[in-house]
């Protein structure tokens, strides 16, 4: 099945498969910024990577441990798990464990919108594509300068250029293929597995990050050590989030925003336990 599979190398030099290499080096870049502000991985680690795509986070992590880590990985969306399992069993599928499935408050069956030309934007919340569209047109527009190489060289041409030319992009990223996908709850997890500790839980699941949260048990919290996640900020999420961690002990926040976001209501949340 994995010989089929396109394959690229990344920076570090691993050798991974892959569903769309022009999307590789933008996911690279962005998972390094998960180990920030306290963040810490060590050897015999216990990572949580709740949205982990094809698995560059979980690969990067089990390479900066030594390859001495135990990492949990989930994806909800079957093409693009089926990428994450060939990498896992490529290298270690003892200690990179797969999941078919996301995170989220409770278990249950539910249709999310994936983009087979942009695999980083599928998302269950399909009413608010439209909005995401718009805002992301926005925000490369804003900061051109800090955009992805691909569109970064639309800087030097005319506005009405610029537009239509991300449009048309974006046009195509967002084309939809309607998926089943399944979900469970983080403590559904920790229950079957028996773990005892979880020391980073990392989450980047389009909109769904609160959703993730809510689905760890009150007697589970004390397990989490630390939490790297992404929040679109809608509904006074931050603030919600930034609530719950603190009610349940990871007291140490950082609150960040990426530059070429700056004006959008993406952010990255650090929370740690001390």
């Not at 015999?44 to 990577?49: E, K, R």
């Not at 909800?76 to 200690?95: G, H, M, T």
């Not at 464990?97 to 249709?111: A, D």
């Not at 983009?115 to 926005?138: F, G, R, V």
Request: aromatic fraction near 8%.
């Amino acid at each position: 099945m994995s010989t089929s599979i396109p394959e690229t190398t990344l920076p570090n030099g691993m050798k991974i498969f892959c569903l769309r290499e022009e999307e590789v080096p933008i996911l690279y870049e962005q998972i390094q910024d998960y180990i920030k502000h306290g963040i810490e991985l060590h050897e015999g680690d216990i990572v949580f990577d709740v949205g982990a795509n094809i698995g560059l986070f979980t690969l990067w992590v089990y390479q900066k441990c030594q390859k001495n880590v135990n990492v949990y990985a989930f994806e909800p969306i079957p093409a693009i798990f089926e990428v994450l399992k060939a990498n896992a069993q490529r290298f270690d599928p003892e200690k990179i464990k797969v999941f078919p499935c996301g995170l989220s408050h409770e278990s249950k069956t539910i249709t999310f919108a994936y983009h087979p030309n942009a695999t980083m934007l599928s998302t269950a919340h399909q009413d608010s594509l439209p909005e995401l569209k718009q805002q992301l047109k926005q925000s490369v527009l804003r900061n051109l300068k800090n955009a992805p190489v691909s569109v970064r060289w639309i800087r030097f041409l005319p506005s009405f250029l610029r537009s239509l030319i991300l449009d048309i992009r974006l046009e195509k990223a967002f084309q939809t293929e309607q998926v089943t996908c399944q979900l469970r709850t983080v403590s559904e997890i920790i229950q079957e597995h028996q773990i005892k500790q979880i020391d980073l839980l990392k989450v980047d699941v389009e909109k769904s990050e609160l959703d993730v949260l809510l689905g760890i048990e009150e007697q589970d919290w004390s397990k989490i050590k630390q939490i790297a996640v992404e929040i679109h900020n809608l509904d006074h999420r931050l603030e919600k989030i930034t609530a719950l961690l603190k009610e349940h002990g990871l007291s140490e926040i950082t609150i960040e925003q990426e530059s070429m976001l700056k004006g959008s209501n993406l952010f990255n949340l650090y929370a740690l336990r001390r």
